[in-house]
């Protein structure tokens, strides 16, 4: 089974090279600015039955027409959901891509009892599909719906990429013991690992605005802060900038900027101009009698709309 799924995997990543033809599904569907893609209006109602956010992630590309099928694909960061025909009703129909088959391959089947890692109290065996799950992975696989949400276990756990793994029809857990949010039992991002192992254009991950701009929304804030020069004289004026973006990587315009400079004699604190429209602010720092030889630390704090705050950080050094 694991030479058909690397065959299929192989074949496909060829196809895969080819160019994507994009897919318009009915209505507008569901809009994350989060990741800057819509939910095609055809997986709206599997998406949320199976899931949703907590178990498929955002979605990481609009839906498309996959080259070597012909049938309209969608990923998200911990599956992919592809529009298929369905024998039973004669139309077309999402389901969930088997992404646990196809990166991880179906392990040697056990019987029930034989256990190669691990004793059987705190496990289940599914003969179903020759495998078991234990402890903390089957405390998170029954509180996440089982079978009906992940598919059977394909693999035991097991060592991959110095990280404790399982795998499953249609997704990984992975083992996180340093994790202090939400238990140590993460789902694993195979939405994104499998479209990089196709081959598939980049620019289908990049993201979009929405066509009514109400949807959008400032979720994160990435500052970055930049100076006209690396050395300057102990007397002197340096410009400092700030650059402000979103989780999308858009200019955010109207972020309340702090400076916060620390010289060899002191700090100063400086509120700079608000972000312009292409999420620039920038500042001139006079001083005098700086030490030779000494970094000046800078400091900026982006502010948006009172709701959402980041640092970044730089410096420049007192030269000549």
């Known amino acids: 089974m694991r030479r ?33 893609h819509s939910l095609d209006a055809r997986f709206v109602e599997y998406y949320d039955l199976h899931g949703g956010l907590a178990i498929l992630g955002y979605p990481i590309t609009d839906a498309f027409i996959e080259p070597s099928s012909g049938w309209v694909i969608q990923y998200f960061q911990n599956a992919r ?22 990166m991880g391959g179906w392990d040697p089947l056990l019987v029930e009892g034989q256990s190669p890692l691990g004793a059987g109290a705190g496990c289940r065996f599914y003969p179903e599909s020759g495998h078991k799950v234990c402890h903390a992975f089957l405390d998170f696989y029954d509180s996440h719906g089982g079978p009906s949400t992940f598919g059977f276990p394909i693999s ?17 857990l992975d083992w996180h013991p340093d994790s202090r949010d939400s238990g140590p039992v ?34 994160e804030l990435h500052p970055q802060a ?33 400076l916060v400079a620390r010289f060899s004699d002191g700090e100063q604190t400086f509120v700079m101009p608000q972000t312009d429209e292409r999420g ?31 640092v970044t950080r730089d410096s420049f050094r007192v030269w000549w």
């Open 280 to 310: 620039v602010s920038q500042v001139d720092l006079s001083f005098q009698d700086q030490t030779r030889g000494t970094n000046v630390d800078l400091e900026l704090w982006a502010v948006w709309r009172g709701e959402l705050q980041a």
């Open 226 to 258: 930049s100076v006209d020069r690396a050395l300057v004289g102990p007397t002197d004026t340096q410009r400092v900038f700030i650059v402000v973006r979103d989780q999308n990587a858009n200019p955010v315009s109207g972020a309340a900027v702090t």
């Open 156 to 172: 035991e756990f097991k060592l991959e990429n110095e990280r404790i793994v399982q795998y499953f029809q249609g997704f990984r």
């Open 4 to 36: 058909i799924a690397s065959i299929l995997i192989a074949g496909l990543a060829l196809a895969g090279l080819a160019s994507t033809a994009w897919a318009q599904g009915p209505g507008p569907g569901r809009y994350f600015p989060e990741t800057g």
């Open 81 to 102: 959901i592809e529009l298929v025909p369905d024998p039973g009703t004669n139309t077309l129909q999402p389901k969930l891509s088997p992404l646990g088959e196809w």
């Open 186 to 219: 993460k789902i694993s991002s195979l939405g994104r690992l499998h479209f990089e192992a196709m081959g598939y254009d980049s620019v289908l991950l990049r993201p979009n605005m929405p066509s009514n701009m109400l949807l959008y929304r400032v979720v």
